[in-house]
């Protein structure tokens, strides 16, 4: 079950991004955390110890967001709004490790 | 009337404390740069959703909307007269110019008053799990519901101390999450002590009176005296345990919104060479400053939380009278009863703010329990057990040291996160207070760049 639940602000027009290369639908509006978060359950591992991480203060302070494009850029998710056709990477599947 | 200054005047952060400034500098007939890293004004608590979102203020605001819809009004009637400049992120203060990157570019802008009001962020320490995903700040969980319309879970369990934590409790529910609990850190026996105190303010107090006894009457579970044990869950989070009286309980849930009060944003006002000072209430550094809002450097103000937690009223009443001392540093005539009275209720406005801090107090206590093999620094995971050992062996005896010792405060978040614990734990170790270890330095850039740095063209400002 994705981590974020949606509780309101739903009649929003779709925008479909790419996850770890599966299509994916989001809301104009979302975050790239918002839009990742509520299609499953991580932003990326940590660095140090591998284990994962979704973000931790949703207003650009912990930086605990930060999330990679397949272009390369690297964004924080909590203050970059998804834009339709985004390919993002979490590394949550196996083999998609940065 | 005096010449206009040679740059005009600079405020960092579109928030409450922002927006009154601009305000009041627009009126005196001046076009002040209003810097701000969100794409809309309104700072924290008046944070607008993105354009097309359709929730009515009073969805998003509850007993605030009318003092947001004011604030949002303020800076739409000013725009014509204010050089805007939102998504756009002050990295650095040096040699009386800021450095400001917007859309992966930066440029450099001098300035000769520079009024600082970039608020605050939660304060945190760590407990076994915090990193674990559905663990989110108590303002985030605020901010996915504010400006995302989502809930960070589908049971959330609230955990820490303030005001705060009733009300993201209370707005939750209101907006049909399912709240498993709301588990305070502070007694009982601490809010009844601070009762008479925060009658000074009867209609906030009642409002969190309110709140509490909301949440109670639709059966959430309220319990206070509470200490976190541990998050159970690899992956996400399953469950909180948790102590109180000495018996270990468990809440099953699948996220945890956690807060213990607000730490003021500093690190400009660092950078621009104020001079600091250590705030028992705050239990924080903060910039030294007068009650017009002066720091110890010429031209620089601070205002709002950034300057020491009080409180979004305060924040407006603050940003309006640091833009007067500006006014009057310029030479330019300004109302000496107005400046009077909102000094006036600005210290009223403190003595109300001891008393919450009385209500909900740090727990000074948490730092020593926290088991060795946890992080405390969320970047690099410098674990509490490194930074004692580094403490014990009479390496550090200050947080800088400690800091080069043992990477602490020296990840992408630059201690914002970590620091509290960091200087709770060294000054534990030590066995001394936690204003006896010194602060952290702030440094540039203050919140890492968007993209790599190499990819961002300084350029000088026209
Ligand atoms: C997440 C959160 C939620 C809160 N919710 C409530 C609430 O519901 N009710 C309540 O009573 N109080 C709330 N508070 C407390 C509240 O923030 C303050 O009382 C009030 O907003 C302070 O106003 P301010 O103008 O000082 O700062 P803020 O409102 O925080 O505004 C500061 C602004 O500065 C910007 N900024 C920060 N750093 C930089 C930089 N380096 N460069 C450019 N811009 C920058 C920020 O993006 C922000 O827009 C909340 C606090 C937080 C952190
Ligand atoms: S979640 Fe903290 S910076 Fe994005």
Redesign the interface.
């Known amino acids: 079950m994705p981590l974020l639940q949606r509780v309101a602000e739903t009649s929003r027009r779709a925008v479909p991004f790419v996850l770890d290369g599966r299509p994916c639908e989001a809301l104009e509006g979302d975050t790239i955390l918002t839009a990742l978060l509520t299609n499953g359950e991580q932003l990326r591992r940590s660095e140090f110890s591998g284990q994962p991480r979704a973000g931790f203060c949703l207003m650009g302070a912990c930086q605990d967001c930060w999330v990679r494009l397949e272009d390369g850029r690297r964004l924080r998710a909590c203050s970059n709004f998804i834009e339709p056709g985004m390919h993002v990477v979490t590394g949550a599947q196996p083999g998609a490790q940065p | 009337m005096t010449d206009a200054p040679v740059h005009p005047p600079i405020i960092v952060g579109a928030g409450p404390a922002g927006v009154r400034a601009a305000e009041t500098l627009v009126a005196a007939g001046l076009r002040p740069l209003v810097i701000d ?1 969100a794409a809309r004004w309104g700072g ?1 608590i008046y944070r607008q ?7 009515p203020k009073r ?1 998003l605001y509850g007993f605030e909307a009318g003092k947001a819809d004011a604030l949002h009004r303020a800076m739409a009637d000013i725009l014509p007269a204010v050089d805007y400049r939102p998504r756009s992120l002050v990295w650095n203060v040096e040699n009386s110019a800021l450095d400001v990157a917007r859309d992966g570019r930066s440029e450099t802008v001098p300035f000769s008053h520079l009024i600082l009001a970039p608020g605050a ?2 304060r945190v320490l760590p407990f076994p799990g915090w ?7 108590l ?3 605020q ?3 504010k ?8 049971r959330v369990l609230f955990l820490g101390t303030g005001p705060l934590l009733y009300l993201v409790a209370y707005q939750y529910a209101k ?3 399912t709240v498993a609990g709301v588990l305070d850190t502070s007694g009982f026996a601490d809010q009844a002590r601070a009762v008479p105190g925060m009658l000074r303010d009867p209609a906030t107090f009642a409002k969190g009176v309110y709140y509490v006894g909301w949440l109670r009457a639709h059966g959430v579970p309220v319990h206070s005296g509470v200490r976190p044990v541990r998050i159970e869950g690899a ?2 989070v399953e469950a909180l345990v948790w102590r109180r009286n000495g018996r270990e309980q468990r809440t099953a849930c ?2 945890v919104a956690f807060g213990l009060g607000l730490r003021p ?1 500093t690190q400009l006002a660092d950078l621009a060479g104020c001079r600091f000072r250590f705030d028992a209430m705050d239990r924080a550094w903060v910039p030294e400053r007068s009650a017009a809002g002066r720091t110890s450097v010429a031209g620089v103000y601070v205002a709002g939380d950034s300057a020491g937690i009080a409180g979004a009223d305060a924040a407006e009443m603050a940003g309006e009278r640091a833009a007067l001392a500006l006014l009057e540093d310029l030479g330019r005539p300004v109302d000496s009863t107005r400046a009077a009275l909102l000094e006036q209720n600005l210290a009223a406005s403190a003595r109300f703010r001891r008393a919450l801090t009385d209500a909900f107090p740090f727990p000074t206590d948490w730092a020593a329990a926290v088991p060795d093999d946890t ?1 405390v620094c ?4 410098v674990s509490a057990g490194t930074l004692r050992k580094a403490a014990r062996d009479g390496e550090a005896a200050e947080i800088n040291r400690l800091k080069a010792l043992t990477r602490v405060g020296m ?3 630059q201690g ?2 970590c620091g509290a614990a960091a200087a709770e734990i060294l000054s534990q170790a030590l066995g001394t207070g936690p204003d006896a270890v010194g602060r952290l330095r702030g440094q540039p850039p203050v ?2 760049l ?3 740095a190499g990819i961002l063209d300084k350029e000088a400002a026209p």
Do not use: I
């Open positions: 890293e924290q959703p993105p354009e097309g979102f359709q929730r969805a962020t939660d990193t674990t995903p559905g663990v989110f700040t303002g985030g969980s901010v996915a519901l400006f995302q319309g989502c809930a960070v879970g589908s907006a049909g999450a992956d996400r699948d996220a944003e992080p969320r970047c690099e995971e990840g992408r978040c914002r996160m919140k890492p968007p993209f790599s």
